[in-house]
C-alpha cells in the first residue's frame, strides 16, 4: 500500500515535470490540491534528496524538478 506521503510526492514531482518553466508553491498547491503548507512540507523533502529545488525569481520561489532544469540547460 502507498502511503499519502509518498503518494503526495509523486503527485509533485509530476506536476514540476510538466510544467519544466517553474511553479510557486501556491500555484503546485492549487494544481494538486493541497493545502500551500503540507505541499511546502514536500517540496523541502524533496530538496533534500536532491530532486526539487528552488531559485528565487523577483519576490518568488520557484520550484523545478531537477531533471527538468538540465534537460532544458538551464
Same mark, same amino acid.
Given at each position: @500500500?502507498?502511503? *499519502?506521503? $509518498? #503518494?503526495?510526492? !509523486?503527485? $509533485?514531482? %509530476?506536476? /514540476?515535470?510538466?510544467? *519544466? !518553466?517553474?511553479?510557486? /508553491?501556491?500555484? $503546485?498547491? !492549487? $494544481? =494538486?490540491?493541497? #493545502?500551500?503548507?503540507? =505541499? ?5 523533502? /524533496?530538496?533534500? #534528496?536532491? /530532486? ?7 519576490a518568488?520561489? @520557484?520550484c523545478?524538478?531537477? !531533471?527538468?532544469? %538540465? %534537460? #532544458?540547460?538551464?
Open positions: @500500500m502507498v502511503t *499519502p506521503k $509518498i #503518494n503526495a510526492k !509523486e503527485q $509533485i514531482k %509530476k506536476v /514540476l515535470k510538466k510544467h *519544466p !518553466e517553474g511553479l510557486m /508553491l501556491s500555484e $503546485i498547491a !492549487e $494544481i =494538486v490540491g493541497m #493545502n500551500r503548507f503540507t =505541499v511546502t512540507k514536500y517540496v523541502h523533502e /524533496l530538496m533534500g #534528496n536532491g /530532486l526539487v529545488f528552488q531559485k528565487e525569481a523577483a518568488a520561489r @520557484m523545478y524538478l531537477k !531533471e527538468n532544469f %538540465k %534537460k #532544458n540547460g538551464r
